[in-house]
């Protein structure tokens, strides 16, 4: 195994709750981290201000560029530029729902994205010699109407959505391009993972969320849709660790990262609502606008790869989790708690 010192990595999808993980994850084991993200009207930082670094102070070890995944150019230019040893392609369109009101774009980010950035990897590889290992953010939303319970690495993809097929087309590319090229390509196909950073969008957060706002009294509903499917619920930080894991080994490979437990939505709400000593069925309402055109009722995986040939296995909880995203939404509600009180316009989260 390289010295991690002296290691570089390239992170798409920085901003996002699985990119700030894993920045920490890297920093913390010596590695330069360039992340890569988009220009937005607004910040777009807030999960990884906290291990921001000031690139003009000397020991600065997290640099932040701008580039589209739908820009192969400008994903080119960055490789050359920064000559990582990792690439971990974590970026993408990556809400279900909305992959159904964007399908086109979510092709073109989720799947095709992923495509260019592989050629921009295979390019730089070629010209310069020198080795480049890849990961693929694949998800089990590609078992979609799955084939069989559990879900392993030999299951039959069935996508569901937009955002299902545009990952089995990253997949796909990730192999072909392993098995083409000599590219050491690996992808985690990685069950739900959640966190206090998780999009609030996300069934868990939007119901976490909800559950501080009850509380301090800045909410009275939860609307949610289908409260009968199931997931696979783990931590983002235990995740992020067979990431990384995944491009330690001699050989790149494809594996199945999940907690081997499965929940309905209904079962989330209860914990979490049970959290705070609350009755959920006193606060959800159903709105049909958050059911999909098509579902993917169960979803439960078989991390039994990953864990003999890894040696990953899920550190935290289901209850553990909820605990720990009820409690942090608990905190940020008192806080926003405080602001109204004191005349300040709290805009609610926004469904999904
Ligand atoms: P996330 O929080 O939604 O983060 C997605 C990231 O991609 C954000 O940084 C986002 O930037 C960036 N992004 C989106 N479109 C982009 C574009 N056109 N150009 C550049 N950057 C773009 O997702 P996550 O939960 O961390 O998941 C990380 C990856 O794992 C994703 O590929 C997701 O599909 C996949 N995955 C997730 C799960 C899960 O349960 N979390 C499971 C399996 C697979 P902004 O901040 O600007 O939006
Ligand atoms: O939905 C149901 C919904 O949006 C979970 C992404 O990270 O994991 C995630 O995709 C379930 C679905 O996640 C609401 O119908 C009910 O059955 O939290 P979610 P997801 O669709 O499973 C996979 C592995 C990824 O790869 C994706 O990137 O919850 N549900 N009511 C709802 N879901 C939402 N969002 N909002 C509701 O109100």
Redesign the pocket.
Known sequence: MADPANQSALV??????????LVELLLAKGYTVHG???R?STF??E?IDHIYQDPHESGARLFLHF?????ASALSRLLHEIGPDEVY???????VRVSFDQPI?TA???GV?ALKLLEAVRDYRDTTGKTVRFYQ?????MFGKVHEVPQRETTPFHPRSP?GVA?VFAHWATVNYRESYDLHASC???????SP???ET?VTRKITRAIGRIKHGLQDKLYLGNLDAKRD??F?GD?VEAMWLMLQQDEPDDYVIATAETYSVRAFCEAAFGRVELDYKDFVEIDPRYFRPAEVDILLGDPTKAKTKLGWEPKVSFDELVAMMVDADLELAAREKTLTDAGHVIVPPMGE
Do not use: P
């Open positions: 798409t999808g920085v901003t996002g709750q699985d990119g700030s993980y890569l993200m988009r937005t777009s930082t999960r580039a589209d995944l739908t820009d392609h974590l970026g993408a369109q990556s809400h774009y073109d980010a989720t994205g953010a694949s998800s089990s939303e955002y990952k985690g196909i990685l069950f739900n993972h959640e950073r998780r999009g996300f619920w783990g983002a995740y």
